[in-house]
């Protein structure tokens, strides 16, 4: 079993950063592919972006690009999803996710956290 518990979101107006934070608990978190999806009120859940295991690989979803940078800390325990430029239509649930494999933009994870909502303003 694993663990997640997302952290760091928050109310926030266009145009504003935040960083989210995902901290992992339960086994040995190197081991796991990670992932970030959200999920707005009546939306289909979405993918954000995704790391695999040693950092150096990264996806990321077309409203992500160019915007958000995804990074985890092996030694922490946690992936982080940083949101620069925020527009109103990043309002959502942000979950993370774990998976025991390579990365993929489909929600084929093996583990879910609670999410944290981030609201942005216009």
């Known amino acids: 079993q694993v663990q997640l518990v997302e952290s760091g979101g928050g109310l926030v107006q266009a145009g504003d950063s935040l960083r989210l934070s995902c901290a992992a608990s339960?086994?040995?978190?190197?081991?796991?592919?990670m992932g970030w999806f959200r999920q707005a009120p009546g939306k289909e859940r979405e993918f954000v972006a995704a790391i695999n295991r040693s950092g150096g690989g990264s996806l990321y979803g077309d409203s992500a690009k160019g915007r958000f940078t995804i990074s985890r800390d092996n030694a922490k325990n946690t992936v982080y999803l940083q949101m620069n430029s925020l527009k109103p239509e990043d309002t959502a649930v942000y979950y993370c996710?774990?998976?025991?494999?390579?990365?993929?933009?489909?929600?084929?994870?093996?583990?879910w956290g609670q999410g944290t909502q981030v609201t942005v303003s216009s």
């Open positions: 339960g086994r040995t978190f190197s081991a796991y592919a």
């Open positions: 996710a774990a998976r025991g494999s390579v990365i993929t933009p489909t929600p084929q994870y093996d583990y």
